[in-house]
T-cell receptor
């Protein structure tokens, strides 16, 4: 079957580093998305990992291990504005395929 | 994003009435999607379209229908709204460019069924 799991909530301190984990199970895996969603707003794209390894984009990095069905999002130098929900989603199927989303991890950044 | 517009942004409707939500895109993307987002469930796919007049069901399609008569417009209709359909509805489009896959969301429609 298909499933995806991520922690419901996390709390971290401003200036610190936080890692949000995501595990998934599927066949026909194409890639793994991470989105950021502030309360009352639409999800916005952070990263899309197709190959194993770490991809860095400024303060945000995303890691993928296809053999383990595992990904994480790493946020460095946390800022108050990083308080949001972070959604992971795996992309499966053909060239277009579809996405299956996790329930999201609500991150609270405290001073 | 300016490329995807959802209307209305907010709507309150009564149980049993039909409701239509509109998604308009200027990106010329072939694929379009309707999701609903509820606390504790995350984003769930309702219906999607892979071209004009080509649509298919998603995970939670019961009570919903869609139509796509033009590339740029994808309509979601609640045949007879129920309180369980109170939710935030997001439209999305996708495109494939080589190894890159883009998936973008509209701003959402908050629907309340009373």
């Amino acid at each position: 079957g298909q499933n995806i799991d991520q922690p419901t909530e996390m709390t971290a301190t401003e200036g610190a580093i936080v890692q949000i984990n995501c595990t998934y199970q599927t066949s026909g895996f194409n890639g793994l998305f991470w989105y950021q969603q502030h309360a009352g707003e639409a999800p916005t794209f952070l990263s899309y990992n197709v190959l194993d390894g770490l991809e860095e984009k400024g303060r945000f990095s995303s890691f993928l291990s296809r053999s383990k069905g595992y990904s994480y999002l790493l946020l460095k130098e946390l800022q108050m504005k990083d308080s949001a929900s972070y959604l992971c989603a795996f992309h499966y199927g053909g060239s277009q395929g579809n996405l299956i989303f996790g329930k999201g991890t609500k991150l609270s950044v405290k001073p | 994003d300016a490329g995807i517009t959802q209307s209305p942004r907010h709507k309150v409707t009564e149980t049993g009435t039909p409701v239509t939500l509109r998604c308009h895109q200027t990106e010329n993307h072939r694929y379009m999607y309707w999701y609903r987002q509820d606390p504790g469930h995350g984003l769930r796919l309702i219906h999607y379209s892979y071209g004009v007049k080509d649509t298919d069901k998603g995970e939670v399609s019961d009570g919903y229908s869609v139509s796509r008569s033009k590339t740029e417009d994808f309509l979601l209709t609640l045949e007879s709204a129920t309180s369980s359909q109170t939710s935030v509805y997001f439209c999305a489009t996708s495109t494939v460019q080589g190894r890159s896959y883009g998936y973008t969301f509209g701003s959402g429609t908050r629907l309340t069924v009373v």
